[in-house]
């Protein structure tokens, strides 16, 4: 079974700034199997970014993602008061322990 | 527009049985390529993929729960029923359901329901 990794556990920064998001799997898995998902308190998570690199409908291009092998990343460019949330990254039926990006 | 919302008893008994009903809308599960799963998430932690049924009725499911899982679909009536045996207080959770992108070849979920809080407790 493939285990992910996500790290930083917390990130702390300011609006404006660029957030990075890493996403580790145990062995190499195919980059289509790869996403990304942000979960506000109280909120079901909603998707991002799909096949590694790919944004989901209606996700502003601040959100990126990149990666192949075993290394993921999650990029949000300029972050808004509103990208403050938890956010997971998923290898089909897995996901990630989750990295809480906040202020 | 696609909606799911989850249904079912929001507490149960240790050993017991949950029944839990994903009724959707804006999509069919006799459409090639459609898929619905269930995944949970207990309080504070991180998310746990359980289950998956698709159009054809082929099914997936957790290797850690799958003894005590069953998922099937009513296809008549929009609706996957997930049922989960011999019930643990380590099951409370928020149990989402949740439609599976398409095409299937990219294994993510893109439309959620809301999720449903089942507590397991005496």
């Known amino acids: 079974e493939i285990v992910l990794t996500q790290s930083p556990g917390t990130l702390s920064l300011s609006p404006g700034e660029r957030a990075t998001l890493s996403c580790r799997a145990s062995?190499?898995?195919?980059?289509?199997?790869l996403a990304w998902y942000q979960q506000k308190p109280g909120q079901a998570p909603r998707l991002l970014i799909y096949a590694a690199s790919s944004r989901a409908t209606g996700i502003p291009d601040r959100f990126s993602g990149s990666g192949s092998g075993t290394d993921f990343t999650l990029t949000i460019s300029r972050l808004e008061p509103e990208d403050f949330a938890v956010y997971y990254c998923q290898q089909d039926s897995t996901f990630g322990p989750g990295t809480k990006v906040d202020i | 527009q696609i909606t799911l919302k989850e249904s079912g008893p929001t507490l149960v008994k240790p050993t017991q049985t949950l029944t839990l009903t994903c009724t959707f809308s804006g999509f069919s599960l006799s459409t090639t390529g459609v898929g619905v799963g269930w995944i949970r998430q207990p309080p504070g932690k991180a998310l746990e993929w359980l289950a998956l049924?698709?159009?054809?009725?082929?099914?997936r499911y957790s290797p850690s729960l799958k003894s005590r899982l069953t998922i099937t679909k009513d296809t008549s009536n929009n609706q996957v029923v997930l049922t989960m045996t011999n019930m643990d207080p380590v099951d409370t959770a928020t149990y989402y359901c949740?439609?599976?992108?398409?095409?299937?070849?990219?294994?993510?979920?893109?439309?959620w329901g809301q999720g449903t809080l089942v507590t397991v407790s005496s």
């Open positions: 062995q190499s898995i195919s980059s289509s199997y």
């Open positions: 049924i698709y159009y054809n009725d082929d099914k």
């Open positions: 949740a439609q599976r992108l398409q095409p299937l070849l990219y294994p993510a979920f893109d439309n």
